[in-house]
């Protein structure tokens, strides 16, 4: 078992929907997790960092934090074909490293 | 903001030849560094983790006489890629991680390209 899974898509959304992206993870000691999103043939860039369960809300982006469960998710509301990219999680362990996921390639529709 | 310079951000090199990549953290201090290589259509790889005075740590592998990792301060890293390969033309990206907040910030990486 991956240590960090996401669903690899493409995940296609229509123009000005919300795109949900979910990743689940399978240490339950980690304390911070992270979003980035990485254009095509560009690194990646951060976009939210999570530390507590529940809510945290950066303008369009909202990421969700469910430690008892697990998952980690994040929320794009009015998607822009701009936000098309390929969003990776990742956690933090116990020394600062980050285990990543493999990445969700998400496509916004006009 | 956190800004991670990369340096150069492309390079066409012949087999045989070395290139040294360099990694600065321009705003903030970074006891720790990393190194990733991506091949298209591929997810991350880490080559190495470089930590300022000490040798670097590399991953299962990744042949540490052929990335020569150095991390001389909390603001420079670089990798050297020795004779190199048509093998090892991919996109190197660098990452350097806050002190204070522990998150890693990325560099907008290197296209190498051997012939």
């Known amino acids: 078992q991956k240590e960090v899974e996401q669903n690899s898509g493409p995940l296609s959304v229509p123009e000005g929907a919300i795109a949900s992206l979910n990743c689940t993870y399978s240490?339950?000691?980690?304390?911070?997790f992270f979003w980035y999103r990485q254009y095509s043939g560009k690194s990646p860039e951060l976009i939210m960092s999570?530390?507590s369960n529940g809510d945290k809300e950066d303008g369009r982006f909202t990421a969700q934090l469910n430690k008892a469960s697990q998952y980690v998710s994040l929320l794009i509301r009015d998607s822009q074909p701009s936000d098309s990219a390929t969003y990776l999680c990742a956690r933090g362990d116990s020394n600062y490293q980050l285990i990543w996921g493999a990445g969700t390639k998400l496509i916004i529709k006009p | 903001g956190a800004v991670v310079s990369q340096h150069p951000s492309r390079v066409i090199c012949k087999s045989g030849t070395s290139v040294k990549i360099e990694c600065r953290s321009l705003?903030?201090?970074?006891?720790?560094m990393f190194w990733y290589r991506q091949f298209p259509k591929q997810s991350l790889m880490l080559m190495a983790t470089?930590?300022?005075?000490?040798?670097?740590?590399?991953e299962q592998g990744v042949e540490k006489d052929k990335f020569l990792i150095n991390h001389a301060s909390l603001t420079l890293s670089t990798l050297t890629v020795t004779s190199a390969h048509p093998e090892d033309s991919s996109f190197y990206i660098c990452s350097a991680r806050d002190t204070v907040s522990y998150t890693q910030y990325f560099g907008p990486g290197t296209r190498l390209t051997v012939l």
């Open positions: 705003d903030f201090q970074a006891t720790t």
């Open positions: 240490d339950r000691v980690s304390q911070s």
């Open positions: 999570i530390y």
């Open positions: 470089s930590n300022e005075g000490s040798k670097a740590t590399y």
